[in-house]
């Protein structure tokens, strides 16, 4: 039997608001060792460790930049019975480590590349990946 999205998604760990600064975002982050938030703006937003970085290493004010200012609006989203395989070349395709999971309007959860990897090789079982060294 082949693997779904909901045998390896994960559950939301951090939601934020398009006006928390960048400052609070990296640090919402860090705290729930995730890559990835959901910014709660109409339409759906996400915002992730490589935005924080390009703003960092752009010179942004962390404390002036909103995480709406930097987040990617309307992400793609699949849905949990998603062949793993093809949320897997989705991600390829679009070059991100995370995708939504839903349920028509509902956001159900997330599946990470991390956790992906973890499940596939075999290291860990599903929904048993630890969170990354240093994290």
């Known amino acids: 039997m082949s693997r779904t999205v909901r045998d390896v998604m994960a559950d939301v760990k951090v ?4 006006g928390d600064s960048l400052r609070d975002v990296a640090k919402a982050l860090a705290s729930a060792r995730t890559g990835l938030g959901i ?4 339409g759906g937003g996400v915002i992730t460790e490589r935005d924080v970085l390009r703003a960092i290493a752009g010179g942004t004010d962390l404390d002036r930049a909103s995480a ?7 992400p793609v989203a699949v849905a949990p019975d998603t062949p793993l395989d ?27 590349m991390r956790d992906v990897v973890g499940v596939l090789s075999g290291v860990a079982t599903l929904g048993s990946v630890p969170p990354a060294r240093g994290s």
């Open 15 to 18: 939601t934020l608001s398009p």
């Open 39 to 42: 910014v709660d703006v109409e």
């Open 68 to 74: 709406g200012d930097h987040m990617t609006a309307h």
């Open 86 to 112: 093809d949320a897997c070349d989705l991600m390829i395709a679009r070059g991100v480590r995370h995708l939504l999971v839903s349920e028509g309007d509902t956001l159900v959860g997330v599946l990470n």
